[in-house]
């Protein structure tokens, strides 16, 4: 038998000369099942003549890693329709993995959208058409693609047709089941059975409703794939076909009449899919209202002309006019003109952000009222709105590690509850003796009650609302397993600089010593305002910010790692540190040693000030706390986490501010390649880690904590490392993304208790446990109506958290969700 061979091409980055060609080619060569490989270090391909009877892509991919090397990946977001229950989203994940060529697929039903990460040069966008719509379901474009305005047309297309077809369905159906029940005067005077006037009357109605259900069940089958769809045709599709036997009196008997009970159960279903489409619909308005954000148009100043152009032909550099109630077009910075930016959609801040020359401003907030010229600096994709947009979305398609319990659950659902509707079938007419039409009534009855749907929604809509609910209170939280991770948090783990602190030094303490407080920061203002250093601006900051009077000064030296000197009014001014005075014999008076030491005990560096020869006075710097770090770390203490404090800085300083903040556990004098390390003998403990931090040497740090919680006010780096960003700069929003977390979470383990508690009372119900002891069945109709509550009601509970505050949050949230926000 001759060996089978299949060739790929492998797109592949970090090669650097022809030496990691040879690398590659050699690694790839090494393995029995692979019989060519030739790089092309000019395209960064490869090419893999391979046996896919013994390996897979994955493997040579791999092999390509363990070689130090990478395979770059496309990744895709595909809107899909026609989904209808959780083993719906399994078929087409399974048909989309079977393409050669494609890594990963993960389908959201919430959502309606498929995740793809696959080869380019082995699958192209119309493989992945094909192998959806094989599946029986219907591609509607890559996301990009389809336009808010088109889905939202197609989404009100849908839920038309099927407000049509059961309105239908139940306008037929009613009317024969009062029938069924009292009875119609004249009805025996008919010229032709009434079984066969309600298959006259049925027939055309049955078809109109329940077309889409056999469809999809015809297209499920063809997949050798078992779907609710199957269960809900093979449920009303009995009692439909059992009705004309029994009207032709072929097998069964006229008493066999179902007819109101198909078209009514086809009716149910329909309703059923009608209010979980709606509600679905919702899960994701977070995401719509962050696309609503984005402004159509710009006005573009271009030759000293203003001209309006779509945001799209906007180009960096352009210079753009923002009128008051405009939404600022892209990213850029203010080059002319005031105002006030609310930024409330995207940081979540009610207060607006006074915004002149030289500010930074973000597209799709709101200009309030002056006018601004803003130079455009990041444009498309690149813009802040849209990279929120891209990781919300990425977010809201991921999966939990719970979420498998569901997956698990759908997989073994519909083949055991077929197995106990025939089993319940035989038992009633065959064990039990009862007649053929009441065991015919509980095999529909199981059929159509039971469905994974609640099951497979539980997950998905809880994940999609919770993380679109975070990106509106300013928390992106990247992925669903960090939601998980978050609630079982039992440490959270603080960079100090940045973090904790502002991370620049302010002034805390002005001690003067023969002159007034006021006149001693006038000069030393007048001195530093010549100097580059961090503590010198400080001071120039505190003497702005209090209004003091600063006079000018002249013949300023600086005096590396010392201190300054200038002449101010006449006066040589000295300012430094103790062993800069003692060079220049400026002797310290007594009185002063014991408020020098209070100071830096308290982790504040004292700069010393000399005026005409004598000691003038101490102004202290620090490296004050953000208003909100003394909050937030109790609030993380009182919900029973462990608090710890990771710093570079000396014992004294990192003791001071963790005394303040009310930290114990102090990790001082840490290098930054060793946080990461700090973080990991915590796991070793048993710990699960939250790491809080802001720069780039927090990231090792970052990755390293079971959950990573990035400053976005940070570096790119520290915000790429982090499994959630907050968007403000606020350390409440810390706090807040865990009791986020834990809302979620608890609102999935309901979602889940209420999905399988539905389906383990009623499918025993439907079964006709209660009927020997109470005489109590369950109609088919119930049953459809059981069905559709069941998903409409774990739907309806995610939703729940569209509206809910953090705790960390109420005070704030409450006041701008009054603002509309």
Known sequence: MPEEKRKAELKI??????????????????????????????????????DPTKASLADLERTVGDAGYEVVHNEVT??????VCASCAQVIEASLTALDGVYEARVNLATENAYIVYNPALVTASDIKTAVEDAGYQYLGLEEEVSEDVEARMREEDLRDKFRRFTVGFAVSIPLFLYMLFGMPGAAALPVSANLLMLIITAPVFLYVSASIFRAAVAALRNRALTMDVMYAM?????????ILGTFEVVLTPEFNFYDTAVMLAAFLTLGRYLEARAKGRTSEAIKNLIGLRPRAATVIRDGREIEVPVEDVVVGD?????PGEKVPVDGTVVGGESSVDESMITGEPIPADKQEGDEVVGGTLNVNGVLRVRAEKIGKDMVLAQIIRLVRDAQGSKPPVERIADVAVSYFIPVVLAIAIAAFLVWYVGL???LLFSLTVLISILVVACPCALGLATPTAVTVGIGRGAELGVLIRNGEALEISERLTAVVFDKTGTLTRGRPDVTDVVAFGMLEDRLLSVAAAVERNSEHPLGAAVVRRAESAGVAVSASERFTAFGGRGVSAV?????????????????HIRIPSEAEGRITALQDAGKTAVFIAASGGFAGIIAVADTLKPTTKGAVAELKRMGLSVTMITGDNERTANAIAREVGIDDVHAGVLPQDKAREVRSLQERGEVVAFVGDGINDAPALAQADVGIAIGSGTDVAIESGDIVLIRDDLTDAVAAIELSRKVMSRIKQNLFWAFAYNA????LA??????????????????????????????????LKTYIPPAKRGLLSEVDAHGS
């Open 319 to 323: 210079v753009l006019l923002v009128r």
């Open 761 to 764: 009372a009623l499918i025993p």
């Open 13 to 50: 980055s970090g090669m650097h000369c022809a030496s990691c060609a040879l690398n590659i080619e050699h690694a790839l060569r090494g393995r029995d099942d692979v019989y060519d490989a030739r790089v092309n270090l000019a395209a960064e391909t490869a090419i893999v003549e391979y």
């Open 433 to 435: 003796g009862a007649s």
């Open 235 to 243: 449920g009303i599709g009995v009692a439909y076909g059992a009705s």
């Open 568 to 584: 101010v009014e006449g006066k040589e001014v000295l300012i430094g540190n103790r062993s800069f005075l003692d060079e220049y």
């Open 78 to 83: 595909v809107r899909i329709g026609g989904m």
């Open 767 to 800: 079964a006709g446990v209660l009927y020997p002891s109470f005489g109590i069945t369950f109609r088919p109709e119930l049953a459809a109506l059981a069905m559709a509550l069941s998903s409409v009601t774990v739907v309806s509970l995610s939703l729940l």
